[in-house]
């Protein structure tokens, strides 16, 4: 039985791909054009557009008590979490728009909706924007992994899932860790 919307890793192929698209992204997240194109504000409203699309708690924790550290409102994060945004300037309005789009249809957005950020935004910031919901995305259907077969969503038992569930549980561990989450 599966809980309607929470996304998760149903194979290790997925989990690889994710992890390896991950890797990638992050190193990318590391250059200076990176931190002069997406501030860490606008980093962690597209982190929480992307968290609250997947339903994942452990990163919705995480994002938000980053969020509250970085001075966004409590109106503001709870409406990036619930799919409303009111809150989002226009500048970033595009991005965060893109992020649910690219989130809801399972990382393939249509040509339309990418090529409109690339016109807002350029095609390098596009791929920065991009990196940031890559990176979201493994945290978010890692944790979702272990968190859905550890209460009852998910009941695979198959051999693949089992071998997911483990490659999965460090990460969703770190980011319960990180987020201050008990248990």
Known sequence: ????????????????????????????????????????????????????????????????RTALEKGMSDEEIKGLLDGSFENVTGHESV??????????????????????????????????????????TLGNLCSNTVYAKREGMVDNTSACFMITYILSMPIAYGIKKSSGVAN
């Open 95 to 136: 991005a965060i728009f893109y992020a649910q789009h690219w989130t809801e249809t399972g990382r393939q957005p249509s040509p339309d909706a990418r090529q409109r950020v690339v016109d807002y935004y350029g095609e390098k910031v596009t791929r920065y924007i991009e990196r940031t919901m890559k990176v979201v």
């Open 1 to 64: 039985m599966e809980k309607a919307g929470i996304r998760y890793i149903k194979t290790p192929g997925e989990f690889f791909n994710l992890l390896f698209s991950a890797i990638a992204a992050s190193f990318g997240m590391l250059s200076p054009g990176y931190r002069k194109s997406i501030s860490p504000h606008f980093a962690e409203r597209i982190m929480l557009a992307v968290s609250g699309v997947n339903e994942c708690a452990y990163c919705s924790w995480l994002h938000t």
